[in-house]
Structures are given as C-alpha cells and as structure tokens.
C-alpha cells in the first residue's frame, strides 16, 4: 500500500527565511509525486509535480529515490506562502493519496 | 486552467435524511471524477472514483449503500449521502483530471468543497 508522510503538523518562519516541508512516500511502483497548496478560504491547487521539475513561486521540490522523499524548499519565504500544504501521491491511475498536510505560517 | 464547480458549498440537514452534493467539471470534461473527504485540520481521504458510463469504484472502508454514486454526463459527478447522521458531518471535496495528452494531464482540478453538517 502507498502512503505519504508529512512529519510536520505546523511550520513557522520569518519572512525571508527559508522553508523546508519534508515529505516521504512508500510505494513499490514508480511514484509520480505532487505539492498541492491551499491558501485561506481557496481551493486545493497544484503548486509543483516532480516529473516537470518546475519552479513554482519560488519553490522546488526534489525527488529522491534512495530516501523516497520528495521535500519542499524555498530560499526566501514570503508572508503570502502561509497556506496548507500537501504532498500527494499518484499511483499512475490519477487517485491521489495525500499526506497529513504542513499549515506554514509566514511571520513577517 | 479547468475549473471545477461544486453545489450546495454547504449544507444543513436533519439526520435520517439524504443529501445530494453536485460536482461539475466547466470548461472540460471528465470521465473520471474523484470525492475525496476532510475531517477538520485533517488530510484528505479518497473515499471514491466516479467513472462516467460505470459503476464508481470505492476505497476501501467506504460504504457504497452510504455514499451513492452516480457519474451522469461528462461533466456531471453526483454524490447523494443517504440516511445520513452526525458523524458524516464532513467537508467533502470532488476532483476531476486534466485532459489525456494535455500538460494538465496529470493535475487533479478540485473543487471548491461542500460543508455538510448533519444535525
């Protein structure tokens, strides 16, 4: 079975510092792995995929196979980063399994 | 990008009723649509596929005779909650993949969420 692990209920940096959300994953299978954001009163959004190895908003996230993690970092946090963040897991039929979730608060 | 609508975004009812919770996928189409459940500062759980022309397929734990399933039209994801009681007091969000072949392909679209609170 997959399953998605976020060790961090909460996170709080200042605004500048930077920020690292940890996740790690199980699955036997090749993972296709995700960070989906939730700013206040919005919707889920997908904020980066691995397999694009894209930066977005000034994150990046790397999939490290040998230590199945796929963590999420920023050099510079901004006020606006505080939201809910997700890892998720696709195991290639699009069902998504998701972590515990990382609420990150950015203090100015 | 795809959008995805949901209707009610919240919902009061007695207990013993059924509510109906509507997933719509705007501007694409979705043969697949997926109901996810969040309990308060918690994750989301799968609780069901929504396959348009078939039977949903339900994860594991999830009462399908609870949680009726009914995926009408390309764009069209129902889910009815029946005979629900207090502890399905839940937000309940749907979901819906990008196009086959498209750069979304792999992007879940979610929904806006439906509070339901039974009484």
């Known amino acids: 079975a997959q399953r998605v692990t976020q060790p961090e209920k909460l996170l709080s940096v200042f605004k500048g510092a930077p920020v690292e959300l940890k996740c790690n994953y199980s699955y036997s299978g090749s993972p296709e792995l995700f960070w989906y954001v939730q700013y206040s009163r919005q919707r889920l959004q997908l904020l980066l995929r691995?397999?694009s190895r894209e930066s977005i908003k000034g994150f990046t996230a790397d999939l490290n196979k040998g230590e199945t993690s796929f963590h999420l970092k920023k050099p510079f946090a901004q006020e606006e980063d505080s939201a809910m963040y997700y890892c998720?897991?696709?195991?290639?039929?699009?069902?998504?399994?998701f972590g515990a979730g990382t609420t990150v608060t950015v203090r100015a | 990008g795809a959008v995805v609508s949901q209707h009610p975004s919240r919902v009061i009812c007695k207990s013993g009723t059924s509510v109906k919770i509507e997933c719509r996928s705007l501007d694409f189409q979705a043969t697949t649509m997926f109901w996810y459940r969040q309990f308060p500062k918690q994750s989301l759980m799968l609780m069901a596929t929504s396959n348009e022309g078939s039977k949903a397929t339900y994860e594991q734990g999830v009462e399908k005779d609870k949680f009726l399933i009914n995926h009408a039209s390309l764009t069209l994801s129902t889910l009815t909650v029946t005979s629900a009681h207090p502890e399905d007091s839940s937000f309940y969000i749907c979901?819906?993949?990008?196009?086959?072949?498209?750069?979304?392909?792999?992007?879940?679209?979610f929904g806006p969420g439906t509070r339901l609170t039974v009484l």
């Open positions: 979901s819906a993949p990008g196009l086959a072949g498209d750069i979304s392909a792999n992007e879940q679209f």
């Open positions: 691995h397999i």
């Open positions: 998720a897991l696709d195991t290639n039929d699009y069902k998504l399994s």
